[in-house]
């Protein structure tokens, strides 16, 4: 089982609507991640959070704003998505940012934009 | 963008044969990782190899990691049918900012093993 929770596991929304994705730890990470995958895709990388601080942002269009509360939470927070955007949204951890680190994901988040 | 490749996209075989998945990288690495990941689920980590190791086990697990190549094999011994999944390699090259630890996954091998 994997320790990196993610809810909802399922979230319909239109495209004018405001949600918002949450993933949380208890491993004492401090790395976190937010990934993208669409259907038959690899997963592809779009933050990371080093100690709580923004690190890598891969120029995701600004509908899409990662937050991050604290060590344990990471957010995703959604604002007139588009269609395309439908796809699976995957939390990761690690106990640091760093090359030597082990990446735990989530089970994941599916979003629908209709 | 995508670092690795892997090969075959899909695979099938009868419970209890082996299954080799090879993937291959462009970049220098620092370290490749095997993960899996069963349908519409999360990605579980199944094993990490440093640049500077060239074989190493974890239960039926068999990985080997070529740097002159830039390649990698997946082997998984005795297969299951509960070893169904999507399998995926993925490096931290260096050359895509790989010092933050973003991982560069592949495009998967999918392996489906039948009871």
């Known amino acids: 089982d994997t320790e990196v929770t993610q809810t909802p596991k399922h979230l319909v929304m239109g495209m004018t609507n405001k949600k918002s994705l949450k993933c949380e730890q208890h491993?004492?990470?401090?790395?976190m991640y937010w990934y993208k995958q669409k259907a038959k895709k690899p997963p592809e990388l779009m933050f990371v959070?080093?100690?709580?601080?923004?690190?890598i942002n891969e120029s995701v269009p600004s509908r899409f704003s990662p937050e991050c509360p604290n060590s344990s939470l990471l957010n995703l927070h959604l604002h007139a998505l588009q269609p395309e955007d439908s796809a699976l949204y995957l939390c990761?951890?690690?106990?640091?940012?760093?090359?030597?680190?082990?990446?735990?994901f989530g089970e994941g988040s599916w979003l629908t934009v209709v | 963008s995508q670092q690795g490749e892997e090969d075959p996209q899909a695979l099938s075989i009868q419970e209890g044969e082996n299954a080799t998945m090879n993937c291959s990288y462009k970049?220098?690495?620092?370290?490749l990782q095997w993960y899996r990941q069963n349908s519409g689920r999360g990605l579980v980590h199944l094993i990490l190899?440093?640049?500077?190791?060239r074989e190493k086990h974890s239960g039926r697990l068999r990985v080997t990691l070529d740097t002159s190549k830039k390649s990698s094999s997946l082997l998984i011994t005795a297969s299951r049918a509960a070893d169904t999944a999507s399998y995926f390699c993925?490096?931290?090259?260096?050359?895509?900012?790989?010092?933050?630890?973003?991982?560069?996954f592949g495009k998967g091998t999918k392996l489906s093993v039948k009871p």
């Open positions: 990761a951890s690690s106990q640091f940012s760093g090359v030597r680190n082990t990446i735990y």
């Open positions: 491993m004492g990470h401090r790395a």
């Open positions: 959070y080093s100690y709580e601080k923004l690190s």
């Open positions: 970049t220098s690495i620092n370290n």
């Open positions: 190899i440093r640049s500077n190791e």
């Open positions: 993925a490096t931290d090259a260096r050359n895509y900012g790989g010092s933050q630890g973003n991982l560069i």
